[in-house]
């Protein structure tokens, strides 16, 4: 279980959390909604270590990891605007975190492979990320999240910026990647009708 305890983070006297609570059960999807600017990204920026909250408590798996450094937490964090490595092809984008992780490049090609047919990409190892169209760029970032096999996923609006009909087959393509990898899965969204489908719960924020 993932578990945030009374986190409350300002900048300057702009207060942007106030003493937030709430729980993420294993294997499950939680959505966070709110407008733009309500602290949404800001929150998963704390999950993530990327942001230390001015108070409060993050608790993964029963141990406190609030001060626990980014890279040692386990977390994959799909961003709005993908962050893709633009001089990587995709093959060297994906396996960036697993190289990180010491992994030899055998047991990386294999989990490269799996990532791309979990994903849909099958065939896309050597393109270049300039190459690739707004969902397979996305397709790419969430790939590149799930290869360390996190053991929590950040969702940053996964689904922004695209078409309608894009957008909700790759909803759909989510959904189901989701399940089958039976992560425990934090999603900030402002659209409602992606959270109903994606989530398992839903908060506002």
Same mark, same amino acid.
């Given at each position: 279980?993932?578990?945030?305890?009374?986190?409350? $983070?300002?900048?300057?006297?702009?207060?942007?959390?106030?003493?937030?609570?709430f729980?993420?059960?294993?294997?499950?999807?939680l959505?966070?909604?709110?407008?733009?600017?309500?602290? +949404?990204?800001?929150?998963? +920026?704390?999950?993530?270590?990327?942001?230390?909250?001015?108070?409060?408590?993050?608790?993964?798996?029963?141990?406190?990891?609030?001060?626990? /450094?980014?890279?040692?937490?386990?977390?994959? @964090?799909? @961003?709005?605007?993908?962050?893709?490595?633009?001089?990587?092809?995709?093959? $060297?984008?994906?396996? @960036?975190?697993?190289?990180?992780?010491?992994?030899? $490049?055998?047991?990386?090609?294999?989990?490269?492979?799996?990532?791309?047919?979990?994903?849909?990409?099958?065939? @896309?190892? +050597?393109r270049?990320?300039?190459?690739?169209?707004?969902?397979?760029a $996305?397709?790419?970032?969430?790939?590149?999240?799930?290869?360390?096999? /996190?053991?929590?996923? %950040?969702?940053?609006? /996964? %689904?922004?910026?695209?078409?309608?009909?894009?957008?909700?087959? %790759?909803?759909?393509?989510?959904?189901?990647?989701?399940?089958?990898?039976?992560?425990?899965?934090?999603?900030?969204?402002?659209? +409602?009708?992606?959270?109903?489908?994606?989530?398992?719960?839903?908060?506002?924020?």
């Amino acid at each position: 279980m993932l578990r945030i305890q009374n986190i409350s $983070k300002s900048f300057g006297d702009n207060l942007v959390l106030n003493d937030l609570s709430f729980d993420v059960d294993s294997g499950s999807t939680l959505a966070i909604l709110g407008p733009s600017g309500c602290g +949404k990204s800001t929150l998963l +920026k704390i999950i993530s270590g990327l942001i230390e909250p001015d108070l409060g408590t993050i608790i993964d798996s029963g141990q406190d990891v609030t001060s626990t /450094p980014t890279h040692l937490r386990g977390i994959g @964090f799909v @961003f709005q605007d993908n962050q893709l490595f633009p001089h990587l092809d995709v093959t $060297k984008n994906i396996e @960036f975190g697993l190289k990180m992780a010491g992994w030899d $490049k055998k047991r990386r090609q294999s989990r490269v492979a799996k990532m791309l047919e979990t994903v849909g990409l099958t065939g @896309f190892e +050597k393109r270049t990320i300039t190459d690739l169209s707004g969902g397979e760029a $996305k397709r790419v970032a969430l790939a590149r999240s799930l290869a360390p096999a /996190p053991k929590v996923l %950040l969702l940053d609006e /996964p %689904l922004t910026g695209l078409d309608e009909d894009l957008h909700d087959q %790759l909803m759909l393509d989510l959904k189901v990647i989701l399940k089958e990898s039976n992560t425990t899965t934090v999603l900030v969204t402002h659209d +409602k009708v992606e959270a109903q489908a994606l989530a398992s719960a839903m908060l506002n924020l």
